[in-house]
């Protein structure tokens, strides 16, 4: 799981520590959307990538379900709304959540805890960070995005087995714009990608992807998203009737088309949350090894 060490510091693995898993909590934010297909995803790519992971799955916006510090990794999903609404069951345990890992992390760097969140929580990490204005969208977006590296994305390790020009899903009435870039640069906070719109298109780009720090990323795209979710979601006939309305006719049969890209969804799918989770567990087993070395 973790690659081969050598055979008596891997007796003293198998005889000091649990080596063979990482607790992973998901944090649902769809508050009981129906036909979602975002925590199916993220379970089919941890079952892929760390089969022997713990994960418990906590529904924070329905039934006000917010984790401890008991775990390793963090996933917080998409969702539906405005994330800017305040909740008062939920929104201030999950605020406290992201204080703590950010303040855990700061004291604890023997064993850091990850987090990855993902469009409707990467906006409310933004909001809730300063890292830049959220506001609704001149219209909707669903479909396959084009999103363009930052010279500091050029340079992050969580993007380097992508193009400096990628493709994801994207499915969201609400953005992130207007970056501050003065309270960023204080953070640590970098932007890693902008989302590219043509020439003709006069709207600010959304700020698509963020490292917080070393052990925080958030993707206001979908990676998780597979193909064959986007083709189920596709499937409801209201969305399709909305896609034409708004994005223009013949806008459902190029989405069609770019789903059939295998350099689009299927590519990031494979790519970047394998990736961080792959980083996340050869962190832990490089500190546990120093732990043990020392």
Known sequence: MFGKLPIPLQTIFQTFINFDFVRVAILDMYNDKPDQQGIRCIQDILKTVEADAQVTIFNVRAKFEVPDLGFDLYISSGGPGNPLEYNINWSEKYYRLIDDIFE????????????????HSFQILCAYKGIGSINKRERFTFGVTTIKKTN????????????????????????VVNPDLAKMEKSGAKILGLEERSGEDSYERSIMMVRF????????????????????????KSLQEEIERILGAGKVQQIQKDLENSETVLKMYNTLLPDFINNCKQSIASILENEVVN
């Open 152 to 175: 500091a994305g050029k340079a992050d390790v969580s993007i380097k087995n992508l193009n400096d020009t990628f493709f994801a899903a994207d499915h969201r009435y609400f953005q």
């Open 104 to 119: 855990w992390n700061i004291t604890h760097t023997d064993h850091p805890k990850y987090f990855f969140a993902i469009c």
């Open 213 to 236: 720090s070393p052990e925080i990323i958030g993707t206001q795209f979908h990676p998780e998203a597979d193909v064959f979710g986007m083709e189920q979601i596709l499937e409801n």
